[in-house]
């Protein structure tokens, strides 16, 4: 019973916090999706805790197996997904850099012309 009352208490505070972070702002939606999943095996054991007993009966292989191949296999998604989100966080980043150096160039090769029509040195920019 008090098994049942932590695994719920650590999955419903995972979610909360997250729905909480998203209506305060602080995080994105795809964010909350995530912990809410990470929350969810957490409510699934709570309400079925002999689940990895029954896997193990049924896949004929030992309890502790069983839960170290869950919890190796969850841990490895969840790393999946934030190491994919953070590639792309990369590539805008990259692509946002490429950019700001395309438009300081062009606005220097701008000011350039502008004093060379005007007759003077055009000002040094600093880089």
Do not use: C
Request: aromatic fraction near 6%.
């Amino acid at each position: 019973m008090m098994l049942t009352i932590i695994l719920l208490l650590i999955g419903a505070m995972i979610s909360a916090l997250a729905l909480r972070s998203l209506h305060a702002g602080r995080l994105k939606e795809r964010y909350v999706v995530l912990f809410v999943l990470v929350g969810i095996p957490f409510v699934a054991l709570a309400i079925w805790p002999d689940a990895v007993g029954t896997v193990a009966a049924k896949l004929e292989i030992e309890y502790p197996t069983v839960l170290l191949l869950g919890v190796t296999t969850f841990f490895l998604l969840v790393n999946l997904k934030l190491l994919s989100i953070v590639s792309m966080h990369e590539q805008r980043i990259t692509a946002l850099a490429q950019l700001l150096a395309i438009v300081t160039d062009e606005r220097d090769d701008a000011v350039a012309e502008a004093a060379a029509s005007r007759g003077s040195s055009p000002p040094s920019s600093p880089r």
